[in-house]
């Protein structure tokens, strides 16, 4: 199979010379969707031996009636157009071979019999083949409307990657319910550590008036089973949660509908007083309570099937529940017992900390903030609170040991929270696919009580069976063409969905359909975007952020730079703690910050020792003298000369790799993705030169490669 924009030379000559006339006729080219925008939704057409050989009903029919159910037709149709050239005839009932798409319970009345080979549970869905009224049907089966919809993108990603579905007979379900993305866009339309453009959904402090991107988005998100999507700010304005500003969200919720994309919110604990006007926003007393539930009652009033709230207090600067000595889980369950006689649901972050730390006592340390604040509050949130945790103890560096919190709460819903926007990762300039970091993470077993339990059944409930629990990814992306502003980075947020549902799936796996989806079938383009993307993390990580020691950008500026120095000596508390005869922050139990005691004992062993600990999170555990010999035999200065030279170096390759595919992409996307790795070479000299100068006056041992002089 080839698509539209494969390796066929003539088809690349024919497209040349095509160019002119494309440019001359601007309302064909508009009329067309741009490849970006469509991301891995393109639909590209099948070659026509492909087309001829594939199998599929020439009808559809759908039971049951809503407006998700409706999308899930059009999107068969759609889909089944764009790639096979097929119109499929709607049906209003089963005339012969056809595709049949409906809930279990709305298809009982025509087929009684049929019965999944394993359970179907919420947004999950069964693709089969069975006999209906004497006739094979390719049936689309589900729990809930949502399911119908997410096994119409299963059907459609299968025929775009050209997988058969003769006989198919598959159940697929959710790993967690809870399955978000949160947007931190500000309602002026500028999205905080967003790297793909303005606000989708805000400009000027109002929304937007076209809200055709979002509702884009949606569609984008539901084929990769996400389910809810918060869009505005953690830190937020009060302003949200205005009546007027209410009606006008309400518009969002309207384009997300369809695509069973439930809307939420992140709101600020402080709203009560500061838009409310009560002379307090205590979260235990009683006109504030009663303030909630009225805002909220208003809220489902306007918008149905609202989702809930996300909550940041306490952190950075934003009011919280310590201003009247309460607790967080007295601020989460105020809103929770708003939220509840409608089944919303509150998230609060678990990233509290101080960021006035004093740095000059090493016992201080901000990795300790989530679980010291958190974990003695465990039973005490409500069932429809759910505690939204960074992967890591710190904030999204490029190497971080997962957060103790995973384990340290078993009476308290979890979601993890991962970030999809590149904010210490590069920044989308830089190649950086984060899925291998997360499976890293998700994999994880934490040994609580001694057993197996990787996070991933920790964040689900599964391991302490909590009703509910999942996923947050922040992927904050904007009206660019691309979404994130770059499109290979869109990697991300499809993998981002893709092990909510599933994190069972492989990196390799989840890449080679991004791939296939998004720039077809090539063997020649699958094999080397997957190569690149799969070492991106890795290279990335060498010449910006070694052995567990941070990201070392310039945290008080751009969070892209190089600069170590900003990381000491302030309260933020991201410190590694280099001087003139080590690096890395002491936080064993025996002589450091006590940080290793929040995890499990076997995990906490690991660590705790010099010995077991992993090179790659050394510097995270571990204060070394630079001679330190690490497991790799290398010494931890070399290793740092060793990585940025040679991550540079890979950074460099890159742009060679991706030369191999000249003519294999289409010419867009081949010249802008060449740009930016052309940047990204050079950037990457510049990471290395910053951090071998810095390393090396500090340490005062020079290369033994001799490679730079200082
Ligand atoms: C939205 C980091 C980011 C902030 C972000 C914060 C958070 O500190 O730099 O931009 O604020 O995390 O997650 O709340």
């Known amino acids: 199979m080839r698509s539209r924009f494969c ?25 067309e969707h741009a490849p970006e925008t469509a991301a891995w939704l393109r639909y590209a057409p099948l070659d026509s031996k492909a087309v001829m050989n594939y199998e599929l009903p020439a009808a559809s029919v759908l039971f049951g009636k809503s407006p998700i159910l409706e999308s899930a037709k059009q999107e068969l149709s759609v889909g089944v157009k764009k790639m096979l050239g097929r119109t499929l005839k709607l049906s209003g009932g089963i005339k012969g071979s056809a595709i049949v798409l409906g809930t279990m319970r709305d298809l009982h009345d025509i087929a009684p019999l049929l019965q999944p080979p394993s359970p179907l549970e919420a947004d999950g869905y069964w693709l089969t083949v069975a006999q209906i009224r004497h006739a094979e049907c390719l049936v689309i089966a589900a729990a809930n409307d949502r399911g119908v919809l997410y096994g119409v993108f299963a059907l459609l990603s299968k025929i775009a990657r050209g997988q058969s579905v003769t006989g198919i007979n598959e159940v697929q379900n959710p790993y967690a319910p809870i399955r978000w993305v949160n947007q931190w866009d500000n309602l002026d339309g500028h999205i ?111 918008i149905p099937d609202f989702g809930g709230f996300v909550v940041k207090a306490d952190s950075e600067g934003r009011s919280g529940p310590s201003a009247y000595g309460r607790t967080h889980a007295d601020a989460a369950n105020v ?41 003695s509050l465990d039973g005490m949130f409500d069932d429809n609170a759910i505690v939204q945790i960074k992967n890591g103890p710190i904030d999204f560096q490029v190497r971080e040991p997962v957060s103790p919190m995973f384990s340290g709460l078993r009476r308290t819903n979890e979601a993890i929270e991962l970030q999809i926007t590149q904010e210490y990762t590069g920044q989308q300039k830089h190649l950086c696919f984060l899925v291998p970091m997360w499976k890293e993470v998700l994999d994880f077993d934490m040994r609580v009580d001694g057993g197996s339990t990787p996070v991933k059944d920790l964040i689900s409930g599964r391991v302490f069976h909590r009703p509910v629990g999942g996923f947050a990814g922040v992927a904050n992306v904007g009206l660019d063409a691309s979404w994130l502003g770059s499109p290979l980075a869109m990697a991300n947020l499809y993998g981002f969905g893709r092990l909510a549902w599933n994190p069972g799936l492989s990196s390799e796996a989840i890449i080679g359909e991004w791939t296939r989806l998004t720039f077809g079938s090539d063997p020649l383009v699958v094999k080397t975007i997957a190569h690149l993307q799969l070492s991106s993390w890795q290279v990335y990580e060498s010449y910006t952020g070694p052995l567990g020691a941070g990201t070392l950008t310039n945290i008080l500026g751009n969070h892209y730079d190089p600069g170590p120095e900003s990381s000491e000596e302030n309260g933020w508390g991201q410190w590694h703690r280099a001087d003139h005869q080590g690096i890395g922050m002491d936080r064993t139990i025996a002589t450091g910050t006590g940080y290793i005691g929040q995890y499990p004992p076997e995990v906490q062993k690991m660590y705790e020792s010099l010995a077991a600990c992993p090179d790659n999170v050394l510097l995270f555990f571990h204060h070394v003298p630079y001679t330190y010999v690490l497991h790799s035999g290398n010494t931890v200065i ?68 001799g490679r730079f002089r200082p």
């Open 7 to 31: 390796s066929s030379t003539m088809l690349h000559v024919l497209l040349t010379a095509l160019i002119p006339f494309l440019f001359a006729m601007p309302l064909f080219a508009q009329a």
């Open 192 to 302: 905080e550590r967003g790297y793909g453009g303005p606000s989708i959904f805000f400009a000027d402090g109002r929304v937007r008036s076209d809200l055709t991107r979002a509702g884009e988005y949606a569609r984008l998100l539901a084929s990769i089973g996400i389910n809810g999507c918060t869009i505005n700010n953690v830190n937020a304005a009060p302003g949200v949660l205005e009546d007027d500003f209410i009606a006008q969200v309400k518009r969002i919720a309207d384009v997300f509908r369809p695509w069973g994309v439930q809307l939420s919110m992140s709101v600020d604990l402080s709203s009560p007083k500061l838009i409310g006007g009560l002379a307090t926003f205590d979260p235990l007393d009683e006109h504030v309570a009663a303030w909630w539930r009225k805002k909220v009652d208003e809220v489902y009033r306007q």
């Open 335 to 375: 809103i929770a017992r708003a939220l509840k006689p409608h089944a919303g649901v509150v998230f609060y972050r678990a990233f509290v900390y101080n960021h006035h730390l004093d740095w000059h006592d090493p016992k201080n340390d901000r990795a300790k903030a989530a679980y010291d604040n958190f974990h």
């Open 638 to 705: 070399q290793h740092v000369y060793d990585s940025h030279y040679e991550g540079a170096e890979h950074a460099r390759e890159f742009i060679a790799e991706w030369k191999t595919l000249e003519g294999h992409v289409d010419p867009e996307r081949y010249l802008d993705v060449l740009a930016r790795f052309e940047f990204q070479a050079g950037e990457a000299v510049k990471w290395r030169d910053a951090i071998c100068n810095w390393i090396y006056r500090l340490s005062g041992i020079p290369d033994q490669e």
